[in-house]
């Protein structure tokens, strides 16, 4: 009876150990959150399931992203998660070669890199993100229905991009003009904006000049920017759609301004990074996997 008493605290030693010992290890664990920028609600709602899952697992995520969709200065965050130490660096990044060097670096310099949203051009752990060709086609799809139902089989359609870089915005564009492909409408030349919604308005009320029959946004900002013109504007027949969820864009679409949105899920990009970041930090082998975190359509009734 000793015996087998002595056996069971034994176990229950070691699992106490083993217990405390795994939440020992991830306590010391540093993750940069690099996003394009830190004002559109995308990212920071994405940074809201990173630090969700940060609490769950006892480690430290900081958010250091620049104001403005600017190289240089997530370049500069990059070396900054990289001289403070920070085991992980979960990165959206604006383009796929403009901070490739730094992002390089950083893995040289042992750093585990998670990509959420968007890649670069540098091998990663993982990778989060929406499958942005298949949302972009789905946008297009629900502005082709909209405007068949009205009878407009035919007419310009612009669209506004967040610039000629970002992977995750350049494949909805090739997405969406998937959909038009055999159609008799003309896409016209896109306009960037910068994912600036003040920029992308000006663009938009550009294209309303030429008689657009439709815009598509490909980001907050841009949608943003497309619905405030179309609301200016007076013209309600014009048909908007674009991506990402936030107050203002769920707004103008209630008030028919927009037709849809297509909201991704960054909450999962940021918790589900969190995860990966941990287990590379931990030894897990990861393989480069890329996971759809899916994307709905936000119409007026949804």
């Known amino acids: 009876m000793k015996r087998k008493m002595l056996a069971v605290l034994a176990v229950f030693a070691m699992a106490v150990i083993t217990m405390f010992g795994a939440g020992a290890s991830a306590e010391g664990e540093k ?5 394009m920028d830190s004002i559109d609600q995308h990212w920071i709602t994405l940074n809201e399931g990173a630090q969700k899952a940060a609490e769950e697992l006892g480690v430290t995520v900081d958010f250091m992203s620049p104001n403005t969709k600017d190289d ?25 070669d403009a901070i490739s060097s730094a992002l390089q670096e950083a893995v040289d310099a042992g750093v585990k890199i998670i990509y959420v949203d968007s890649p670069a051009n540098v091998e990663a752990e993982a990778t989060f993100s929406t499958d942005n060709t298949a949302a972009g086609k789905t946008a297009g799809g629900e502005m082709l229905r ?3 139902e009205k009878g407009v089989t035919s007419g310009k359609i612009g669209i506004i991009n967040v610039n000629a870089a970002t992977d995750s915005c350049v494949n909805r564009e090739e997405g969406f003009r998937l959909a038009f492909e055999g159609t008799e409408f003309e896409l016209m030349e896109t306009q960037y ?9 000006s663009i938009a009320e550009n294209y309303i000049t030429q008689g657009v029959v439709g815009i598509f946004g490909c980001n907050e900002g841009s949608t943003t920017g497309a619905g405030n013109a179309i609301k200016a504007s007076g013209n309600a027949d014009i048909i908007g759609v674009g991506f990402d969820k936030s107050d203002t864009i769920l707004n103008l679409i209630d008030d028919g301004f927009l037709l849809a949105t297509m909201a991704q899920n960054p909450d999962v990009m940021g918790s589900e990074g969190v995860k990966a970041a941990v287990a ?20 007026k009734e949804s």
């Open 280 to 299: 590379a930090i931990g030894g897990e082998e990861l393989d480069g996997e890329v996971t759809d975190t899916g994307v709905s359509v936000l119409g």
């Open 146 to 148: 909209a405007l068949e």
């Open 72 to 96: 240089s200065q997530q370049i500069e965050c990059v070396n900054n998660a990289v001289a403070g130490g920070y085991q992980a660096i979960m990165v959206a990044a604006n383009g796929p």
């Open 31 to 35: 993750i940069a959150l690099i996003t």
């Open 193 to 201: 904006g910068e994912g600036d919604a003040a920029k992308s308005q």
